[in-house]
């Protein structure tokens, strides 16, 4: 039987808000990954409890009073009480309970009370905290409740999205241990974030393209002026370093010469000696039944956009539209430096001398690898994907809370 998780926030999705946005990719990752999931809250596509809401009016007032130093404490336990007779049948079963902010954020302290008395597993993910925030000075205060929002709670895991959140819990939290406290941050899609559309998925998905760590595009046909050999042999001298790299050339065989089908057979037989079947593909090798080339223009856009850099080996460009493509998706470019290149690049490219070798092709990658923005793109993908994230997610799902 997959582990029954209920995630928990004042507010669910579609209610506009960084937190909810997390907390649906969240429940819908997770829901995927076999867990059974139940996002509860107080406004929201959820299982509504009215209460959670932070903004409800009863909570509005017992935080306002807790603000001026005023424990409220009939209307406080009234509340607390009530919270948690709408929980239990909510909670009952439950794995694990994860509460974004709930638990280091004065909103709603009923609610967190009423949380940690349920005695269920908590996962306290923290992407803000009052104690260390000045717009909440008013909530630093001796005693309970506020000693809630800076005092370890039993049966918790602190999770924190940052390095810098994870210190600061573990600077302000009484009592609370560093093996009780986790960072796992937020994160993205990219392709989602790109607006990548579902064949290019497929394309991807079929050319063996997900992971590719770095992607180099080479938009370009197969005709032996593009000198796509010096790409292959430049991707040899980059697999050592670059083991996840994808070199893929996105163009048909051109049209005008019976040379082209000649010049594919000799690159194929290049990359097989090579040894760069997996690093290296032509999409022009995924035609149908038809033989029409699988790659339409808003493909190559979102190609485009996915890639790491942009390579273009030419000996002889009569003009270059890939560099004003590569411009304007951001795309690292890296090309010889002939003179029409250079009329149309300027110095915004990264070049290697006409008629080099693949060493000095591999070298200019490299650069361009290493520019601040190649940089950190990849430090992004590698790192703050939603595929990474979940590992992770799941990991603290699985651990032991102490």
Request: with cysteine; charged share 25%; proline share 7%.
């Amino acid at each position: 039987m997959a582990p029954r998780l209920v995630l928990l926030h004042y507010a669910a999705w579609p209610v506009v808000g960084g937190v909810e946005s997390v907390m649906a990719t969240q429940a819908r990752l997770l829901s995927a990954a076999g867990y059974e999931v139940q996002v509860v809250a107080g406004r929201g596509d959820a299982e509504l409890v009215p209460e959670i809401d932070s903004r409800h009016p009863r909570v509005e007032e017992v935080a306002r009073r807790l603000a001026a130093g005023d424990p409220a404490r009939v209307e406080f336990d009234a509340l607390r009480r009530l919270l948690g007779a709408r929980l239990r049948p909510l909670l009952a079963g439950c794995h694990r309970v994860i509460v974004h902010n709930v638990l280091t954020m004065p909103q709603n302290l009923p609610l967190a009370a009423a949380l940690v008395d349920a005695g269920h597993p908590i996962l306290a993910w923290t992407h803000d905290l009052a104690w260390v925030d000045p717009r909440y000075a008013a909530y630093r205060r001796p005693g309970w409740p506020w000693s809630i929002l800076h005092q370890a709670q039993p049966g918790v895991r602190y999770v924190a999205v940052s390095r810098e959140r994870r210190r600061q819990l573990l600077s302000v939290m009484e009592g609370l241990r560093p093996g009780r406290t986790t960072v796992i941050p937020n994160g993205i899609d990219p392709e989602t974030f790109w607006g990548i559309g579902p064949a290019t998925r497929e394309l991807v998905r079929r050319a063996g393209l997900e992971h590719a760590d770095p992607l180099v595009l080479v938009p370009v046909r197969v005709t032996r002026r593009k000198r796509l050999e010096l790409a292959l042999e430049a991707a040899a001298h980059l697999r050592p370093a670059y083991p996840a790299l994808r070199l893929v050339v996105s163009g048909p065989l051109g049209p005008h010469s019976a040379d082209n089908r000649a010049y594919a057979a000799d690159l194929s037989e290049l990359r097989r000696r090579l040894r760069l079947e997996r690093e290296v593909r032509f999409l022009h090798e995924l035609a149908g039944q038809d033989a029409r080339h699988p790659v339409d223009d808003a493909m190559i856009a979102d190609l485009y956009r996915m890639a790491d850099v942009v390579l273009l080996p030419s000996e002889s460009e009569g003009f270059g539209l890939p560099v004003l493509e590569a411009a304007l998706s951001r795309a690292p470019l890296v090309c010889a430096d002939i003179p029409v290149l250079r009329e149309i690049a300027g110095a915004g490219a990264w070049t290697f001398p006409a008629g080099a070798g693949p060493e000095a092709v591999a070298a200019a990658v490299r650069r361009a690898l290493g520019g601040r923005v190649a940089g950190l793109r990849r430090r992004v993908l590698e790192r703050y994907r939603w595929s990474t994230v979940l590992a992770s997610m799941r990991r603290v799902i699985g651990a032991d809370l102490d």
